[in-house]
Nanobody, 126 residues
Framework: QVQLEESGGGSVQSGGSLRLSCAAS?????SAWFRQSPGKEREFVAA??????????YYSDSVKGRFTISQADTKKPTFLQMASLKPEDTALYHC????????????????????WGKGTQVTVSS
């Protein structure tokens, strides 16, 4: 099972930016970020999966155009660049990974992933 560790969380004002990092203990064919706020269900944020030798990225509608997920290759860390942050982005952000590639529908499903980090807190104030 792949081990994951997140970093880069913090507190920013609305409109600010943060960059989250996720380091994995091994190769990851699919990496994703999920987030969870108190009293709310876990929410998919973004994913990158390697199919046919190149990365494919996916985003939730709530972050599309503001967040960018990136990974140089399957053995490198995964990053989540977050811009134009809003108070509703406040949450504990978890990195998740799988050692197999995902499809355009399965990447949104938490059950695809067998490795999870403990999370890094992002707080956005208005």
């Amino acid at each position: 099972q792949v081990q994951l560790e997140e970093s880069g969380g913090g507190s920013v004002q609305s409109g600010g930016s943060l960059r989250l990092s996720c380091a994995a203990s091994g190769r990851t064919m699919t990496s994703a970020w999920f987030r969870q706020s108190p009293g709310k269900e876990r929410e998919f944020v973004a994913a990158v999966t390697w199919v046919g030798g190149g990365p494919s990225t996916y985003y939730s509608d709530s972050v599309k155009g503001r967040f960018t997920i990136s990974q140089a290759d399957t053995k490198k860390p995964t990053f989540l660049q977050m811009a134009s942050l809003k108070p509703e982005d406040t949450a504990l952000y978890h990195c998740a990974a799988a050692t197999y590639w995902g499809t355009s529908s399965s990447v949104y499903d938490a059950d695809l992933y067998h490795g999870w980090g403990k999370g890094t807190q992002v707080t956005v104030s208005s």
